[in-house]
Each structure stands twice: as C-alpha cells, then as structure tokens.
C-alpha cells in the first residue's frame, strides 16, 4: 500500500500562515476529474432549524477538497451527512457512481469513507498501535469463533495487518509511542494517532473535521505535510474543514464557502478569495 | 534469574504479540499451571477444596464473564446472579433428561442456553448506556430468580423447590454426586477454566477484542470506523453469558450439588462477581483471577485468623469479617482504582528495572 521513496519536494516550505499561497491547483492538477462524492441539493433540519439548505457540491478523485466557513455554518453537519450520523431530509447523495441509500456510519465505514474529529475521539484505554490496528477492523474477517482458537488464521491476520499498520507508523514518525496508550500523549500527537486511524482504512475518501484546530505553528506545519503526503503518495482523496485560512489556501486543491447552511462559493482557492459573497461572510457586511 | 527482557530479541510480529513477551513470565505461567495440574490433585482434600478452590475456580470463571462485558465492552450488567441461575437450571433439566449425556457437555450446552438467554437481556444496551443499563439486566437478575421459583416445570415438580445435582462421572470418575472425590472436581473444573481463560485471552487480544474495546472507549468513534455496535454489544453478552453460565452449572452440579434458586444466585452473587472485577481490574484477564482469589480467599483467611487463632465467637467473626472485607475494599480502590491487575502491572515494571532503578 505505501510506496517507497517519498519525496518531499519542499511544497509545504513556506510557513503554512502565509497567507500568501496560491493553491496547489494551479501547480498539481493531479486530480484525474471523476467525482467520487456528489451531494445533491442536500437540505438537513433538527426540528425547526435549518443546518444545511440546498447544498449541492461534489469531490473529485484525488483532490483536497475544503469546507469553510464561519461558526454554525453547517461544515460539521455536511461531514456528518456523508458519513450517514445524519439523514438529510432531502437531496441525494451519490458516492462513487451510486446513488447511496440512508445506510448506518458503520456500514458507510465499509463503503471506504474514514474520519476524524474536531474533538479527539481516540479510544483513551487502548495503546497506539491498537488504535490504529482499529482502523483496520473493516478489512479484518476473523469471527470470535476462529479467534477463540488463535491458532492459525486469526494469527495469520494479526500479522499481516500489523504489517500495514506498522507502515502507517512509520509514515507519521510515531515509533516510539506504539505502545503508549493514547490518554497519556500530548495533544499533536493525540491528532496524528488518529489520522493515522483513520489512514489505516486506507479509505477511498477521507474527512477530516479542523485537523489543526488547538495546534501551534510548527505542529500545523507537520499535519500540513502529512496531509499533503497522504494526498500525493496514495491519492487518497481528501475532504477537510479548517479554520485556519492560510492552511486552506495552501493546501486545498477546491474550496467550498458556507455560511448559514448555504453554499455561498465554490471554486479554486484564488476564486474563492476574490468572490464578493464570502468577502462579506467573513469580513460582515454593512446593512444600510 | 532476573526479570529483564534484555536478550530477548522479537523478530517477528507474531512474538512482540505474545501474551507472555518475558521469558521469566513465560516460565512462571507454565510452572503454575503444571502445579495445578499435576501437584494440586495429589494434596487437595475435602476442606481445601470446598472451601477455598472450587469457588475460586468457579468465580474465576463468572469473574472472566463478567469482565468480557464490563472490562472490555464497557456494558455494566449486574444480572450475573441471574444468568448463573440459567445455567444451573439447564444444566439440571440437561442431566436429567438425557442421562446418557456426559456432563461435560451438559456444562457447555448450559453456557450455550445461557448465551441466548444473556443476548436476549442484552437487547437494551443498544439503546442505553451506564448506569441505565445496569438497572435494565438488575431486572434480568430478579425476573429469572422469580422465574425459576415460580414455574416448577425447571426443578421437575420437586417438592423443596430445590435442584440436586445428579450423580454423574467423567473416565469412569464421579465429578458431582455425593461420592464424587475432591480432586476430580477439581480436575474437573480446572478443565473449564484453563480453557476458558485461554479463550478469554485470545477472544480480546485480536481484532473481536479491539471492536469490544472501541464500543467501550467511545461508542460512536467505533461505529465511525466500522464497528456495528449490535453485533458487538450482543456479541460480548452472548459471550459474557456463556462463560456465566458455565460458572452457574459448575457452582450448582460440582460445588454445591443441591440448589435453592433465592439463596445461591441472589442479587448478592451479581454483586460479589462485580466487586471481583472491580477489585481485580477491569479489561485483565488475571484481574478475574485476582479478584476471585481476593474475595473467596480472604474471607476464609480472616475467618480462620479470627476464630482459629484469637479464639472468637464464630458469630462475631463472621460479622468483623463483613467489616474488614468492606474496609479492604475500599482501600484497594482509593490505593489503586484500577485494581489488582494494575498493581501486579506496576511491580512487573518496577521489577523490570530492578536493582537499578536509574
């Protein structure tokens, strides 16, 4: 699954807070153009209040593709409806090709769609590496009665999974925590364990709900590059919500703008930038 | 011979993941089970074995049940009295409707009865958590003792109301009855729980105990990566069960051998098997060992300190017994609220080092 050689071609050099990044669109156009995830004029309520309304926007294979937005407009819900949390009232939802029928998170997992949370949710009493082998779970077919025995196939499963698990290890430079259990690391690492969860799925579209949030420079500059690694070495297709706009604009290959529920920009990062709507959303706009 | 895993180099995955990766444990782990196996049987007697190892072994088992659920799938039940009344119910319909069937069987059969029972009482834990769950089985626990006393199909229309256990016997060896001998009980019981730890351990360590672990650490971060939370919540109850259930057969057809449904599956027994695991460790196999051995053990030790050696009233005994269980209790926890396991954990680690600690 991971290839060798890596190259890190300096592309995450600058600081990730530039602000002065030009998207990567423009420099990969690595994205082969087949929509993977397609929401239809997804509309989601909770009683009387409107989270997402009308939203339609696709994801294509191989891209990094961002949500942003202000607080409250409905970028975690849009997460939470493609990986089946929420059922939107109306709209479809296409994913590779399918339309996709109301299906539980769990079986979505199976489809190949991973996550991770704005809030770590990494289970506290197990270690590193039983966290990420987790990440596995969908690709383990051992039942409890060949595990009984051990013997056999589920130790022969045991291994080859820890193989690519170890690999995933490797790859986010989390060695020496392997047998930490997770409620003792700090809070970056705590992140990286669970992209690495997450990765271990070696899921066909990848959320990842403010990756960065709580993180200094350097730590942001390091998940930067694990993401972009991710995109590039394994053309995993990568949607994310950020906050922090700097990050945004370097790393995202199509930017999504919501405010309010809506879809108020969709574009390059550099048409998103100039776009008067999300000018407004985010610098407010005077009512006169 | 220091306890040190220096020199002893892992070359595969395979043997990082062993469940004994320090050749002293490894050796340790062998030596007492040859002990069990073949020393035990030469010195046990009446009084050792009714006293003292026949409960442990028997709780050792309900102990390793209970944990599965609690320890590792984090579902707090407290109707292990209950589920332990099915299995000795249907290991007593077992024996007597087909005498010709070995007991063995009948023992296992038991655990499986108990296992559909156990995931039909665990239907509600997919809807609720904690504390709610734990009055949701409390109600499994007083329904089937009501049960057993009230329908008189399960102890064959007896006048007592009580269950007595068959004589029945293993390679021409009586294992229940009044004739069967200490140490083919024992032998017989020792089978069980040797091959049901070992299954404990091997059911967690692998990918089954992760999904388990992940319903416990963060219910909705499991589903998230592909648990479905149904099959693994019923899961660990039909599994938690059986080994209830077996621990319930082997409690009423070897150690007891004549039943009376109140007053040896109570809500006391939930109790004791949930303070075993808290005590021993929650999530450890040899927590179930340790909390078993800590509770049937130590009140037989202060029982015999107390009237044994200062000479006291049996009855004044048997109630500062009471206080000084209760008072270790809760020293244990406040000292280690992780339990026995921990404990040994933390010595293991400290050993590791020792005498060097720097």
Not at chain 1, 26 to 39: C, D, I, K, N
Not at chain 2, 165 to 183: S, Y
Request: net charge neutral; hydrophobic share 50%.
């Amino acid at each position: 699954m991971i290839r060798n050689g890596r190259s890190f071609d300096g592309r995450v050099d600058a600081p990730a807070d530039s602000g002065a990044g030009t998207g990567r669109a423009a420099e990969t156009p690595g994205t082969s153009g087949a929509v993977v995830m397609e929401l239809r004029g997804i509309t989601l309520r909770f009683g009387g209040v409107t989270a997402i309304r009308e939203t339609t926007f696709d994801i294509q294979e191989g891209e990094i593709r961002a949500i942003i937005g202000p607080n409250g407009a409905g970028k975690s819900s849009v997460l939470n409806v493609i990986n089946g949390f929420y059922h939107p009232q109306e709209g479809e939802i296409w994913y590779q090709g399918r339309q996709r029928g109301v299906l539980k998170p769990h079986q979505i997992a199976h489809q190949g769609i991973a996550r991770t949370f704005q809030n770590i949710a990494l289970f506290r009493g197990m270690t590193t590496l039983d966290n990420i082998m987790t990440g596995r779970l969908t690709r383990m077919k051992s039942g409890i009665f060949r595990q009984l025995a051990w013997w056999g196939p589920a130790e022969r499963e045991e291994t080859e999974h820890r193989e690519a698990v170890e690999q995933i290890i490797d790859f986010l430079e989390i060695q020496a925590i392997r047998k930490t259990p997770v409620g003792r690391l700090p809070y970056g690492l705590q992140k990286r364990v669970e992209l690495g969860r997450a990765l271990a799925a070696e899921p066909s579209l990848l959320l990842l709900d403010e990756p960065m949030a709580g993180m200094n420079v350097e730590e942001k500059e390091d998940m930067s590059r694990f993401i972009l690694d991710v995109n590039d070495e394994f053309g995993t297709t990568i949607a994310l919500i950020e906050h922090d706009m700097g990050v945004v604009m370097d790393l995202a290959d199509r930017v999504v703008v919501m405010d309010y529920g809506r879809k108020i920009g969709d574009g390059t990062p550099d048409d998103v930038r100039s776009n008067e709507a999300v000018i407004n959303a985010y610098l407010g706009v005077a009512h006169d | 011979m220091l306890y040190r895993e220096v020199g002893d180099f892992k070359a595969s995955y395979a043997a990082d993941q062993a469940t004994f990766s320090i050749a002293f444990d490894r050796w340790f782990y062998h030596g007492i089970l040859a002990f069990a196996i073949l020393v035990v049987p030469f010195l046990i007697n009446d009084y050792w074995a009714n006293a003292v190892i026949l409960p442990f072994l028997i709780y050792s088992i309900a102990a390793i049940g209970l944990n599965i659920l609690t320890g590792y799938c984090g579902q707090v039940s407290l109707g292990t009295g209950g589920f332990m009344a099915v299995g000795a119910y249907a290991c007593y319909k077992l024996m007597t409707a087909f005498p010709e069937l070995n007991i063995f069987f009948c023992v296992l059969l038991s655990g499986g009865v108990t296992a559909l029972v156990g995931a039909v009482f665990g239907l509600p834990s997919l809807r609720i958590k904690g504390f709610y769950l734990a009055v949701a089985t409390l109600a499994a626990q007083f329904f089937l003792v009501w049960l057993f006393n009230k329908v008189a199909w399960f102890y064959n229309y007896s006048a007592s109301g009580q269950i007595n256990a068959p004589e029945r016997t293993v390679f021409g060896f009586e294992v229940t009855g009044p004739e069967a001998m200490p140490w083919s009980a024992y032998l017989f019981c020792l089978v069980f729980v040797i091959g049901l730890a070992w299954a404990a351990r091997n059911m967690t360590r692998g990918s089954n105990g992760r999904r388990w672990m992940a319903i416990r650490d963060m219910d909705i971060a499991a589903e998230i990566i592909g648990v479905n939370p149904l099959g693994a919540k019923l899961g660990a109850f039909a599994v938690s069960s059986f080994y209830v259930g077996v621990a319930g057969a082997l409690f009423f057809s070897v150690y007891l051998g004549a039943v009376e449904v109140t007053e040896a599956f109570g809500i006391q027994k939930s109790f004791i098997v949930l303070f075993m695991i808290i005590i021993g460790g929650l999530g450890s196999i040899f927590g179930s060992f340790a909390g078993a051995a800590f509770m049937v053990l130590l009140p037989v030790l202060l029982k015999n300190i107390m009237v044994g050696k200062l000479g006291w009233a049996t009855d004044l005994a048997a109630h500062f017994e009471f206080a000084i269980v209760g008072a270790l209790i809760v020293f244990f926890l406040v000292v280690e609220p992780h339990g026995l396991a921990m404990l040994w954990r933390i010595i293991k680690e400290k050993l590791r080092l020792w005498p060097f600690p720097h």
